[in-house]
């Protein structure tokens, strides 16, 4: 069974910078992307970035410039660097890995998600 288990959310206040984690553990073949995702209060969730297995990134518009997403796939953990914090960078920060199998199947899982809270 795999496991992915996000560390590093709190509270930061505007315009300071946080580092999320997420490590992937359990039984698996192989990860392809990697990808972060956020809800926040009221609001549906949304993709903030994405790293292919390739190491190619992709990022909402609203954090180009200020997040930056890199994997380390030795210890088959994503991170989210986030800087220059926003009132509206606030919720909950969901980790997503694409599992693949020996077959070539390939299927979700997701992490328990973690709290980031901007304010002053």
């Known amino acids: 069974q795999v496991q992915l288990v996000e560390s590093g959310g709190g509270l930061v206040q505007p315009g300071g910078s946080l580092r999320l984690s997420c490590a992937v553990s359990?039984?698996?073949?192989?990860?392809?992307?990697m990808g972060w995702y956020r809800q926040a209060p009221g609001k549906q969730r949304e993709l903030v970035a994405g790293?292919?297995?390739?190491?190619?990134?992709n990022y909402a518009d609203s954090v180009k410039g200020r997040f930056t997403i890199f994997r380390d796939n030795a210890k088959n953990t994503v991170y989210l660097e986030m800087n220059s914090l926003k009132l509206e960078d606030t919720a909950v920060y969901y980790c997503?890995?694409?599992?693949?199998?020996?077959?070539?199947?390939?299927?979700?899982?997701w992490g328990q998600g973690t709290q980031v809270t901007v304010s002053s």
């Open positions: 997503k890995a694409e599992m693949r199998t020996a077959s070539g199947n390939t299927y979700d899982n």
């Open positions: 359990g039984s698996m073949f192989s990860i392809n992307a």
């Open positions: 790293i292919t297995s390739g190491r190619r990134q």
